[in-house]
């Protein structure tokens, strides 16, 4: 399971979204973002998606 933290991203957020598949928390991330933090569409640059995504950890426990 993938997961990212919305306080990791740097807002004052308890927000967290996992999904099996990165694109799938990407989605969620902008509709998060765009709804709770006013984020307009763009604001997503190339830069902060690429931010976004290295955020992502893998909560699996081998």
């Known amino acids: 399971m993938l997961s990212l933290k919305c306080s990791d991203a740097g ?3 308890d927000y967290i ?10 989605r969620q991330v902008m509709d998060h973002a765009s709804k709770d933090h006013g984020l307009k569409q763009e604001d997503f640059t190339t830069e902060l998606l690429e931010k976004i ?7 699996q426990i081998s």
Not at 17 to 26: A, F, G, L, Y
Not at 53 to 59: A, E, G, Q, T, Y
């Open 17 to 26: 979204i996992q999904d099996e598949k990165e694109e799938s928390i990407m």
């Open 11 to 13: 807002f004052d957020c």
């Open 53 to 59: 995504k290295n955020l992502i950890v893998n909560d």
